[in-house]
């Protein structure tokens, strides 16, 4: 990875995932991208800043990632 991500905690394990296309490993990569966004929404859960709206949306839309990457890529499974 060439670029700095801006939350690097969680978006690290789903660029990960989307760089995936062997299904039994990408669907233990989504699981542990899946994790790791899971975790850092309950964090934020109380934090309501403008900073953490922002993540948090990011979030969301990562989630939604996760979910269609294992509809789509792992259909074969």
């Known amino acids: 990875m060439n670029h700095e991500l801006e939350y690097p905690r969680w978006q690290g394990?789903?660029?990960?995932?989307i760089h995936e296309f062997d299904p039994p490993v990408l669907y233990t990569k989504l699981q542990k991208a899946q994790k790791a966004v899971s975790e850092r929404?309950?964090?934020l859960d109380?934090?309501?800043?403008?900073g953490s709206r922002n993540e948090q949306q990011a979030l969301a839309d990562a989630?939604?990632?996760?979910?269609v990457m294992h509809e789509e890529?792992?259909?074969?499974?």
């Open 73 to 77: 890529r792992m259909v074969i499974l």
């Open 46 to 50: 109380s934090d309501m800043d403008i």
């Open 13 to 17: 394990p789903l660029e990960d995932a």
């Open 41 to 43: 929404l309950q964090e």
């Open 63 to 67: 989630l939604t990632l996760i979910r």
